[in-house]
Structures are given as structure tokens and as C-alpha cells.
């Protein structure tokens, strides 16, 4: 159980271009998704917190319109990188959770470049 | 301020026990985390403490103090495939906080 899933796997794309990511909880119902981005050797930065159905909650420094989060659904959420730029390539990865309290579970992760 | 601190790099023979260590000072706390991310892949779960004591799971033990602000990672029977970042993070007032990850190599 506990099964999160991550689309596309890898993205190369232009600068200037927006780029999906989608998320989804396979097997339960996630009351919170998280987005993390993590750069090479560096620890998981939390970018925002997305409940279904509300606007997500952005950390400092992370800009909201530039990351667009939408949490369509108890099993998705999407985030949408709009006109990338280099500095944008890296990992990006979400987490789903069942309930408050309750452990993340990680999908798989997207690996973004930005050319 | 939130700190989690946990040794950068650690190098351990195959089949021996290694110790992770993990210090942490956050706003609230509502339990202990232990993730295994090998690279170039997303964490995957490995433990969770919220009351003090050791927690066991196979090769895999977890411990927490709360008055100490102090968790450690035990790994036994270590293989080779053990080889890979384990990240601290504890769930506070309201989120949870990753340390940098400690990078354990195995070597034969």
C-alpha cells in the first residue's frame, strides 16, 4: 500500500516553456500533498503544501506564480513550472499523506532540465 | 530558528553495524522520520518514532530521546546495497524538516 506516482519521469524541455508535473496517490485517498525540490547532493527543499480542494501553501522565497500547484482531487495534484529557465532544472518530488499526523510517502520523482 | 544535523558522510565495512546519529531543534514536535534515498532516486520510508524508545524493524533500529532532541539510525548485518543518503526529518508544528542527509558508503 502507500503507492504515489509521479508523471513524466524526465522532462527536457526549452527556456521560455511551462512543464506538468502530475502526482497521484495509487491506492489511498491523500488529504495533503507535498512538493519538494532537490538539488544534486543537497537535501529535500520543501516548496509548498497542497490540500485538496484550497489554495496551496508556498514556503519563503518559492514564488506561486511561477510554481502553480493545483490539487484537483483527494488522488492528484499537479505542479506546473511556467516558463523555465535553467535555474529551474532539478529534482522535483511530491508526497502524499492519509491523514494529519500521518507519514509521507514519496512518488518516484521528476528529473527536470531546462535548456 | 529549526536545525537538524546529521553527519555529512560515513564509511562502513559490509556486515558490520553502523550508527547514524541526528540532533535536531525545531518549533513543536509531532515525531521522528528515517528515509533511505539512493541516488538519482526519491526517499523511501524507513521509520518513524514519536515516543521515546527504540523501535526495531529487520536490519533496521530507530531511537528517539524528545529531552534530548536526539535520534539515531542503527543498521546491522550492513550490505551493499545499504550504500545510499539517509535523511532525518522531524514533523513539527507544521511540517516536516529534512536534514542535508547523511551519505553512508559500504565498502566490501
Known amino acids: 500500500g502507500a503507492v504515489v506516482s509521479q508523471h513524466p519521469s524526465w522532462v527536457i524541455c526549452k527556456s521560455g516553456t511551462s512543464v506538468k508535473i502530475e502526482c497521484r496517490s495509487l491506492d489511498f485517498q491523500a488529504t495533503t500533498m507535498f512538493w519538494y525540490r532537490q538539488f544534486p547532493k543537497q537535501s529535500l527543499m520543501l516548496m509548498a503544501t497542497s490540500n485538496e480542494g484550497s489554495k496551496a501553501t508556498y514556503e519563503q522565497g518559492v514564488e506561486k506564480d511561477k510554481f502553480l500547484i493545483n490539487h484537483a482531487s483527494l488522488t492528484l495534484s499537479t505542479l506546473t513550472v511556467t516558463s523555465a529557465h535553467p535555474e529551474d532544472s532539478s529534482f522535483y518530488i511530491c508526497?502524499?499523506?492519509?491523514?494529519?499526523?500521518?507519514?509521507?510517502?514519496f512518488g518516484p520523482g521528476t528529473r527536470l532540465l531546462v535548456l | 530558528g529549526q536545525n537538524i544535523d546529521q553527519p555529512t558522510e560515513m564509511t562502513a565495512t559490509e556486515g558490520a553495524i553502523v550508527q547514524i546519529n541526528c540532533t535536531y531543534q525545531t518549533s513543536g514536535f509531532n515525531g521522528l522520520f528515517w528515509y533511505q534515498q539512493h541516488a538519482g532516486e526519491a526517499p523511501t520510508f524507513l521509520s518513524y518514532?514519536?515516543?521515546?524508545g527504540l523501535e526495531e524493524k529487520g536490519r533496521f533500529s530507530s531511537f528517539l530521546s524528545r529531552s534530548k532532541g536526539y535520534s539515531y539510525l542503527l543498521l546491522k548485518e550492513l550490505q551493499m546495497k545499504d550504500s545510499a543518503s539517509y535523511l532525518c526529518a522531524v514533523r513539527g508544528a507544521s511540517k516536516i524538516i529534512f536534514g542535508s542527509g547523511t551519505r553512508l558508503s559500504i565498502r566490501p
Open positions: 508526497s502524499a499523506q492519509l491523514a494529519e499526523r500521518e507519514t509521507q510517502y
Open positions: 518514532n514519536v515516543l521515546d
